[in-house]
C-alpha cells in the first residue's frame, strides 16, 4: 500500500525546516519550549549569545511564523507560535542521516 502525502503538511514542514536551519536558532526553540516567554534579554542570557544576532533570530523567526511576541511595558516578550517547531527538531535529531 503506498502512503499518500498530504501536500500542504509537508510544505508546512519544509518551511519550519527552513526558518530553523540554524543552530542559534534551534538553541532559541529549545530555550523557549523549556520557558513559556522570555525577553530578548533573557534569552541571550540564558544561551550567552551576542544581542544584536539573537535580536536578528528572533525577528526572522517571528516573521516567519515560528515565534510571537508580546509587549509587557519595556520589554518584548517571545513565545513558541508554532508549538510543533520542538518535536519536530526532537524527530529529526533522532533520525539516523547518512551524508555521502
Request: charged share 25%; proline share 2%.
Amino acid at each position: 500500500m503506498e502512503r499518500q502525502l498530504d501536500h500542504e503538511r509537508v510544505e508546512k514542514i519544509a518551511f519550519v525546516l527552513k526558518t530553523v536551519a540554524h543552530p542559534m536558532r534551534v538553541a532559541i526553540i529549545d530555550a523557549l519550549s523549556v520557558n513559556e516567554k522570555m525577553s530578548v534579554n533573557d534569552i541571550t542570557a540564558y544561551l550567552g549569545l551576542e544581542q544584536s544576532l539573537t535580536s536578528h533570530h528572533l525577528s526572522n523567526m517571528k516573521m516567519k511564523g515560528v515565534l510571537g511576541s508580546k509587549r509587557e511595558g519595556k520589554n518584548i516578550f517571545y513565545f513558541l507560535k508554532m508549538k510543533e517547531a520542538p518535536e519536530l527538531i526532537k524527530i529529526l535529531e533522532d533520525v539516523n542521516v547518512m551524508v555521502f
